[in-house]
């Protein structure tokens, strides 16, 4: 097996809102025929703790393989310049994350971490949509994600609803199928319309 000189790790994060649905992931290269794949779903998160989230599972992933020496690789140039010591973190809510990867850090022989261009970064990035998706998929109609009120709508209501060309002519619709969250985070309704009498 053609083993590369030292382990890569792609991490990488998404919110489909800022702050919405989310999810970190990593993707850690140890050969070319040889990865592993990390993510996490989060609820509502923003970005930037969502690429934390992938850092921290990706370095999580190396040392629970026990690897001593790493590459990290990652598109976010707060993360990258934060954790190098570079940049001051600033909010609250990336302290916490911070500390954790800082901490794991610390654990390797030897580690560089660097910043790619978003191009380069299309393995961790992939892993992100993936789990986000997947979450999606997995939701039934009474646990939605906590995007906002998705659950406002059902199958089968009753709402009323306006042409823009004439708005005094009100129409009603029922919803015919159980509504859909896109992946832009807005919710896909099919209405059946019949004019109100």
Known sequence: MN???????YFDGGSRGNPGIAAGAAVLQ???????VVSNFMKYATNN????????IGLEKAQQLGIKTLEVRGDSQLIINQVNGLWKVKSDKLQDLFNQARRLISQFNKINIIWIP???????DAAVNECIDQAINKVSSTEKPNTRETNVFNQGDMIIVSQPK????????IIVESPEILDNGKIRIVIEISTKD
Request: glycine share 6%.
């Open 166 to 173: 004439n708005q005094d002519e009100a129409h009603q619709g």
């Open 3 to 9: 083993k590369p000189t030292i382990p890569i790790l």
């Open 49 to 56: 703790e969502a690429e934390y989230t992938g850092l921290v």
């Open 30 to 36: 140890l050969s070319e025929d040889e990865s592993f």
């Open 118 to 124: 978003r191009k380069d970064n299309h393995l961790a």
